[in-house]
């Protein structure tokens, strides 16, 4: 990811890459435990992900439901499905 701002849709794009590359290695790792350089690897794109979706939850809203707010109340059912101009 460039230090360019990305629109929602690119965002999500990237989301998609990182996790694709993360979830990947991580199966390689099931097979591979004491892969050093794979470990480190998955913990990149692993962070790369985390902040990823740190930005689009702070800028669109929850795209899990780990980004849910619950505080004092549920947000996830509030807001607008994505046929309704959602943000998902």
Not at 60 to 66: E, F, I, R, V, W
Not at 74 to 80: A, H
Request: charged content about 20%; aromatic content about 14%.
């Amino acid at each position: 990811m460039n230090n360019m701002p990305m629109n929602q849709s690119q965002l999500l794009d990237w989301i998609n890459q990182v996790s694709f590359v993360a979830y990947d290695t991580a199966l390689y790792l099931d097979t591979h435990p004491y892969d050093e350089e794979a470990l480190s690897f998955y913990n990149h794109y692993r962070t790369l992900r985390l902040k990823a979706v740190k930005m689009y939850e702070e800028k669109y809203g929850p795209l899990t439901l780990d980004g849910a707010d619950t505080d004092g109340h549920w947000s996830w059912g509030s807001m607008k499905n994505p046929w309704e101009g959602g943000n998902c």
